[in-house]
């Protein structure tokens, strides 16, 4: 998994044209990769930036994957996030914001895709609403981009209405010790098991529910999402390798979530968590079973 050039614009602005250039320079790229066939269409994402802002959606985060491949960085897979300007204005800590993530590459390795985010402002770590949620959006090279692409914008922030609707339902839902347990054992197996479902870090579940600021402490199933999802994609837990006698080999740190898909999976993959453990607390519960393998299918 490829990592990325991270940075997120912290102090609520948005960012600028040139500011996008130096996080992101592949969406900038004004012609596709040299190792393009030439039936590949090349659709600029920078004319979809602009016609975003003109629209009113204003970019707030740029990443883009690195490459070992010479030549190669200034085409690789983006990653923007866009809010509409009726929600640009200075919010208040803990307000939730809805966004739009747009993707794309310029070497083949991404179409155009477009996914529901939220933003928090307490942690600026961004969430991704799942499909169950919101659907996400593919779009071709070829044909009207732009529009499609604006189009499909503007379907997705009108629908985050409903995500934030969950939101205010999930922060009246309380879990209990062995609910917020259960969703971190899941959490716990998303971010950590191998492709056969092994588990060997020394990191517990457990540790995925520690809050990282007082706004986090409670017990309701929105801010169990938010300490999980923040200790799982920020990284910074520690724990002591062991080995069959106990005896101590090494101190194993997690590292933060920086390639472009495994956040993607990760932060819609945790939603849909959410979501099924919202199922199961309903008073009129559904059969959803609540494995993080089953999620992991679903994400």
């Not at 803990?94 to 402002?121: C, F, M, Q, W």
């Not at 009207?144 to 999930?170: C, F, H, K, P, Y």
């Not at 609910?179 to 457990?206: C, K, M, W, Y």
Request: some cysteine; glycine content about 8%.
């Amino acid at each position: 998994m490829p990592n990325t050039q991270s940075f997120t614009h912290r102090n609520q602005t948005p960012l600028t044209i040139e500011e996008i250039a130096r996080r992101a320079p592949s969406a900038l790229a004004k012609r596709p990769y040299a190792g393009m066939s030439t039936k590949y269409t090349h659709i600029a994402t920078l004319g979809v930036i602009e016609a975003m802002i003109a629209a009113g959606f204003q970019p707030f985060s740029a990443v883009q994957s690195r490459t070992r491949v010479p030549g190669k960085g200034d085409f690789t897979k983006h990653m923007l996030r866009f809010r509409h300007e009726d929600v640009s204005q200075p919010l208040a800590v803990g307000d939730v914001i809805p966004e739009v993530v747009l993707i794309n590459s310029h070497d083949g390795t991404s179409a155009y895709k477009l996914i529901a985010g939220l933003y928090r402002l307490i942690c600026s770590n961004g969430m991704m609403v799942s499909d169950a949620e919101i659907d996400a959006i593919n779009i071709t090279h070829k044909g009207d981009i732009v529009g499609e692409v604006l189009e499909g914008s503007r379907m997705l922030i009108a629908d985050t209405q409903n995500s934030l609707g969950t939101v205010r339902g999930w922060t009246q839902l309380q879990l209990t010790d062995g609910e917020q347990h259960a969703f971190a054992e899941s959490a716990h197996s998303l971010r950590f098991a191998d492709a056969d479902g092994n588990v060997t870090t020394p990191i517990t579940a457990d540790q995925l529910l520690i809050p990282r600021r007082r706004e986090d402490v409670g017990d309701d199933l929105w801010r169990t999402l938010n300490r999980v999802q923040e200790n799982v994609i920020t990284g910074g837990l520690s724990a002591v390798q062991r080995d069959a006698n106990g005896r101590r080999v090494r101190r194993v740190t997690t590292r933060r979530i920086n390639g472009i898909d495994q956040d993607v999976r990760l932060n819609r993959a945790l939603w849909e968590l959410a979501a099924k453990m919202a199922a199961l607390k309903s008073p009129t519960p559904k059969d959803i079973p609540f494995a993080a393998a089953e999620v992991v299918q679903a994400a």
